[in-house]
């Protein structure tokens, strides 16, 4: 069945850096987009970054956009999320996500950003 497994997450300071990952399974990964989403307490799950199957093309929601990189290994299939000059407003659970014949939503990895 289709799995998608976070990980990454933790605690960082003002400025600091991380890299999610999340492995998927049970489906053609090469073949599907993948995304990112982030839920901040209080506040609706939000798309933070979308990347075609191929790799060759990603957009971004405009909160992150110059500090957020969406990557992928087809070979490992995995998606990749580098967060960099990170924010106390970064501070969510992030999940990946892709849509096969309905949406399939990780379990998600909490993202704190604080001094």
């Known amino acids: 069945q289709v799995q998608l497994v976070e990980s990454g997450g933790g605690l960082v300071q003002p400025g600091g850096s991380l890299r999610l990952s999340c492995v998927a399974s049970?489906?053609?990964?090469?073949?599907?987009?993948m995304s990112w989403y982030r839920q901040a307490p209080g506040k609706e799950r939000a798309l933070v970054a979308t990347i075609t199957g191929a790799g060759s093309s990603a957009n971004y929601a405009d909160s992150v956009k110059g500090r957020f990189t969406i990557s992928r290994d087809n070979a490992k299939n995995t998606v990749y999320l580098q967060m960099n000059s990170l924010k106390p407003e970064d501070t969510a659970v992030y999940y990946c996500?892709?849509?096969?014949?309905?949406?399939?939503w990780g379990q998600g990895t909490q993202v704190t950003v604080s001094s």
């Open positions: 049970g489906f053609t990964f090469s073949s599907h987009a």
């Open positions: 996500k892709t849509l096969l014949s309905r949406h399939y």
